[in-house]
């Protein structure tokens, strides 16, 4: 495979992937942002994708075969509820149609996890079986031009893939964000808070979440496609993960070790004792206890 | 095994569970604590142990056969250092002797796994092997009275049995301490702290802690003894435990849900994309971005 790709967010977190992979792929890659880049492997356009002329001049003076539409209003905690999200939602359905007018040939945009309905099946996300139903307006904005654009390609013969993200981690990632304040707390040594220590989610390093569309990009998949590592874990587990890793170079606090555990053969062979409760049994019967004071 | 068995602390966390198995076996029960009882199944004693003449009474008044001395300063996160600490050994090994000389013939009680050296076998504790090196005021006095007592009991012929408690957990433990304030937290919706997520750690349920003792009592064992599970579970894991068991009867919060799960069918076959970084692997990489930014 081989064209001209305009990838829009080309600067951020993922797009800086997806671009070094269209590169290696025989891409000629051009970026556009809203800030200036020092990247000096494509050609960058600094604009402002909400600004209709923008958009219009831009497409003009690159003539894409391709296109990847990666930006978006990403904020952390502000993007779910954003009043940008439907601005957004417009200037992807008109940036892909003066695309195609262009003489664009296939476009891949990048979807969500938050388009499906999280509700069924236990959380698991199949493309073609799990009925969409966005519990936000960033899921509602992002499903809605997905079937604008699936039906306007359809009808036009354009080809279109769209890559539902799932969580991504990685280096460059916002301090704020669930790995990054994960990890920046263990460093310092601080304590960590996991509001949904239970939760499974899908996380996928953004470099591969990079590579994938780069794949997508260059492949003639068609309609959605998940961009995830299909392995659920939980965020607690995630927690213990970077604690081995930050804890791996770094002594335990305050000399606190980092197992102890008794060997209970005196109790159980001599004394004769045998415990009533295994740990789940009696968390159980615990956070019962505790839900009965409130 | 019968007798008339005087329990100190016998109003506490573990000691209510300790007097309630020892009835079970038979033993007349004599507890002391420094406020008053409501337990009508023992022989309530006010006072306090660490006064010299209230001691002197409580036993000339008990004449108790069996001791489990389960009482001490242990309020928490005060008591690792707290100034009482000695003051706890001296009367310890004072109500150990007017024990024997007013007919004792067997004395439990309660040590900690603070005595061991925690820096030895990847924190595995043997009470033979193990070498003993507190590392906190609270350890080294109860390493102290442990040493002196047993010292005295080989030269007197008193039955002496050392119980070494590890963690524990269950219903009426102080609010702030680890399990109880992991449970308020999580029922609350309220965000978890984790200050060592990744330490493996011996939980055993107070009722179990309890008749553990019970058991020793009855026991003719010397010497230190775990009080323990065996099991060293990750804090982490304790905390995803209790999220079960709370989000169990609730909703998650926020419509967030329990489980979110790509199928990566299409992306892997139909793309044909292979991830570069496992979750390990690529949180391994992302930790040491962080520590470099530092």
Redesign the interface.
């Known amino acids: 495979v081989s064209g001209v790709v305009l990838v829009t967010g080309a600067g951020g977190f993922v797009g800086r992937h997806a671009v070094a992979d269209l590169i290696a792929r025989g891409f000629t890659v051009h970026g556009v942002g809203r800030k200036p880049s020092h990247d000096d492997s494509i050609t960058w356009h600094q604009a402002d994708l909400l600004d209709d002329g923008a958009r219009a001049a831009l497409l003009h003076a690159v003539r894409p075969s391709h296109l990847f539409h990666l930006a978006w209003e990403t904020r952390h905690g502000y993007f779910w509820s954003a009043p940008e999200n439907p601005a957004w939602a417009e200037a992807t359905l008109d940036l892909i149609r003066r695309f195609q007018d262009g003489g664009g040939r296939r476009a891949v945009v990048a979807g969500s996890?938050a388009e499906?309905d999280?509700?069924l099946n236990?959380?698991?996300?199949?493309?073609t079986t799990t009925p969409c139903r966005p519990?936000t307006p960033y899921g509602r904005a992002k499903l809605a031009t997905f079937e604008a654009a699936s039906e306007e390609a359809a009808a036009s013969g354009l080809s279109l893939a769209w890559g539902?993200l799932?969580l991504l981690?990685?280096?460059?990632?916002g301090a704020a964000r669930l790995?990054?304040s994960l990890?920046?707390a263990m460093?310092a040594g601080e304590?960590?808070?996991?509001?949904?220590?239970?939760?499974?989610?899908?996380?996928?390093?953004a470099?591969?979440g990079g590579?994938?569309f780069g794949?997508?990009v260059a492949?003639d998949?068609e309609g959605p496609?998940?961009?995830?590592?299909?392995?659920?874990?939980?965020i607690?587990?995630?927690?213990?993960?970077?604690?081995?890793?930050?804890?791996g170079?770094d002594a335990?606090?305050d000399?606190?070790?980092?197992?102890?555990?008794?060997?209970?053969s005196?109790?159980?062979d001599?004394?004769?004792?045998t415990?009533?409760?295994?740990?789940?049994s009696?968390?159980?019967?615990?956070?019962?206890?505790?839900?009965d004071q409130?």
Chains 1, 2 share one sequence.
């Open positions: 996890c499906y999280w509700s236990d959380g698991d996300c199949f493309e519990a539902r799932f981690y990685g280096p460059h990632e790995v990054s990890i920046r460093l304590p960590v808070a996991l509001k949904e220590p239970t939760a499974l989610r899908d996380f996928l390093h470099a591969d590579a994938a794949a997508l492949s998949v496609v998940n961009i995830a590592s299909g392995r659920g874990v939980a607690a587990d995630v927690a213990r993960m970077i604690g081995a890793d930050v804890s170079a335990p606090p000399g606190s070790p980092a197992r102890l555990v008794a060997d209970v005196r109790l159980r001599e004394v004769g004792f415990p009533r409760y295994n740990l789940e009696g968390l159980t019967e615990t956070v019962a206890w505790w839900r409130s």
